[in-house]
């Protein structure tokens, strides 16, 4: 057998909600809005909006509440916190997806097996979001949205100056520079390696809460500008812009070509497929995933000492396969509606 349903004992159950804690009283993620979510991070798919209480990281409850407004109910843990529902304790740790992401290690005050869901994660360096931290547990719940051997991600630093690089060129050439990319974490942590020497920075409209969130929160980022009407000049030629691919091919985007046009350019962990870029309609493809790739995932379920994994998103029946046969773990799959492939969010 390739995989095995959890049975009804376990600590997390998956609904049509998501994932469930009964004990607990709780869900991880919902799909849906529910009573109490406990919540990884700030992307809305796995924060859906009208939840009557978010649990989750202080930075996290500040993108959501910039996102859907002040009167949200949060009760936010500080990390490694423990705190208890029902009759389980639950405390959070860094995942390193982006800022204030975070697992999630769940215990029955009874004792049994411990749970962690890494929610999306990587162990990748990235300055604007705290270090994944190694969290020991019996069973793991890990993402695979790039869970196959084929995802390996050149080292952060590179494809950065990368991007400066092409940034210079074009500048000389008066070529206005557009970088699409995922509107919170990616897109901050896009900003953070950028050099503001090289010309100005303009921001969609899309990324100005975001972006204010993570400079509240202390994370170093250059000065940018809303790219707009009025910075248009500032912006043509020399400028580089980053917005949601939704701003692709838009008038809005058109406005901001340089005397020599436009170059743009999609930053993603599915660059690395050939085709892709092509797909996209992009003249460069940035690999830059705030996913872990192949060796990445292997490495967190490996420091977890979990013998027990369940797999989620993505690459599901490989990555789970591959776990069993080679790692020899007991592994499952768990189903997930959620869009796995070529999302926003890679
Ligand atoms: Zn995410």
Redesign the pocket.
């Known amino acids: 057998m390739s995989s095995s349903t959890p049975i009804p004992t376990d600590l997390l159950v998956p609904t049509a909600k998501g994932l469930y804690c009964e004990r607990g009283g709780f869900f991880i993620d919902p799909r849906r809005p529910v009573a109490r979510a406990i919540t990884?991070?700030?992307?809305t798919?796995?924060a859906p909006p009208g939840c009557d209480q978010y649990v989750c990281t202080p930075r996290t409850a500040d993108l959501i509440r910039s996102r859907y407004g002040p009167e949200q109910n949060f009760l936010t843990l500080e990390w490694g916190t423990q705190h208890q529902f029902g009759e389980v304790m639950v405390s959070l740790h860094p995942a390193g997806?982006?800022m204030g992401?975070a697992q999630i290690r769940i215990e029955a005050l009874d004792g049994g097996p411990v749970w962690v869901v890494t929610?999306?994660c990587k162990d990748d360096d990235d300055p604007t979001t705290e270090a994944f931290e190694s969290v020991p547990c019996d069973v793991l719940i890990i993402e695979s949205t790039f869970g196959l051997p084929i995802y390996h991600w050149p080292e952060p630093e590179t494809v950065l100056s990368q991007i400066n690089d092409w940034w210079a060129t074009n500048a000389d050439q008066e070529r206005t520079c557009v970088v699409m990319t995922?509107a919170?974490?990616k897109a901050q942590r896009l900003l953070a390696g950028l050099d503001p020497n090289i010309g100005p920075i303009g921001i969609h409209g899309a990324l100005v809460g975001p972006t204010e969130v993570y400079r509240a929160a202390g994370i170093e980022l250059p000065e940018t500008i809303r790219a707009g009407r009025d910075t248009a000049t500032e912006l043509q030629g020399r400028g580089i812009i980053v917005c949601p691919p939704s701003a692709a091919g838009t008038p809005w985007i058109r406005r901001f070509s340089g005397k020599d046009g436009m170059e743009t350019a999609f930053a993603s962990g599915w660059m690395a497929v050939r085709g892709r870029q092509r797909w996209r309609g992009v003249d460069r493809g940035f690999i830059l995933s705030?996913?872990a790739d192949w060796n990445g995932l292997l490495n967190i379920v490996r420091n977890s000492k979990a013998k027990r994994v369940g797999v989620t998103h993505g690459s599901t029946e490989a990555f789970s396969r591959y776990l069993q046969e080679f790692e020899g773990l007991e592994s499952f799959v768990l189903g997930d509606q959620r869009a796995t492939s070529d999302g926003d969010?890679g």
Request: proline residues 0%.
């Open positions: 990884t991070h700030a992307h798919d796995h997806h982006i992401s929610g999306d995922y919170v974490g705030d996913h969010d």
